[in-house]
């Protein structure tokens, strides 16, 4: 489904990709791991284009990433955002119906239809002609997901999804990813929430100074890990306050 194959990419002199390859096959549930600046946003950021990589293969779906294909690329992979990205001077279904309508054609009337079903999927149906401003971090990220499948996409991409909210509605958010992990969808979820990839993910990805350190099996790597510097991730990230 998705192939990064020795990656690289810097911001002026700063090296934030240093020849970072996986693999993730269509279903699977893979979770990006490791300190902030590792490089993990910037990943996902090369799999729908939003980067570029400066050398190096990005495929998906079987499509090489370069400008011809990019706009297939970005119908097929939709994007969650940390800090939702929803547009503050459209309702709620318009958030929603807005790709649908202008990236894919579809009929306003049955995109309006099937906008509405998502958002009675994630729990949001009530608040389809509210604007973003009127609703909590939890809710806009709901819409946000409801937004990412309305362009009916092959694989997520979900860039720290909780880290913007509310302690008490980080399991609400969760409970939808974990959903669509059980139909199937193929996931990748920068994530600093460990129980949910050891629960939820398939392989799990550790990322350190913009390389790979370790990846494996979610929960025997995060139950086990290899490597000396995914041990001490582990252990300052669950080390009880």
Do not use: W
Request: charged share 25%; proline share 4%; with cysteine.
């Amino acid at each position: 489904m998705i192939a990064v194959e020795n990656i690289h990419k810097a911001f002026g002199a700063n090296r934030v990709l240093r020849g970072v390859s996986f693999a993730v096959e269509a279903g699977e549930v893979v979770c990006l791991l490791g300190p902030s600046g590792s490089g993990k946003s910037t990943v996902l950021r090369c799999l729908n284009g939003l980067e570029r990589a400066d050398s190096g293969r990005v495929r998906v779906a079987g499509r090489e990433m370069s400008d011809a294909s990019l706009s297939a690329i970005r119908r097929s992979v939709s994007m969650v955002f940390q800090r939702f990205n929803l547009f503050p001077h459209r309702t709620v279904l318009q958030n929603v119906v807005e790709g649908p309508i202008h990236v894919l054609r579809e009929d306003r009337t049955e995109a309006e239809a099937r906008g509405r079903d998502l958002l009675a999927r994630v729990g949001m149906a009530d608040r389809a002609d509210d604007y973003p401003a009127r609703l909590s971090g939890g809710q806009q990220q709901r819409v946000g997901i409801a937004r990412a499948l309305a362009m009916r996409p092959d694989a997520i991409l979900f860039d720290e999804p909780t880290s913007a909210l509310d302690p008490e509605r980080v399991g609400e958010v969760l409970q939808i990813m974990r959903s669509l992990a059980e139909e199937g969808m193929t996931l990748i979820v920068v994530t600093h929430e460990i129980a949910f990839a050891r629960e939820v993910a398939d392989r799990a990805i550790f990322m350190d100074g913009g390389t790979v350190v370790e990846q494996g099996a979610a929960r025997a790597m995060l139950t086990d890990p290899q490597e000396d510097r995914t041990r001490l991730f582990l252990d300052r990230v669950l080390r009880p306050l």
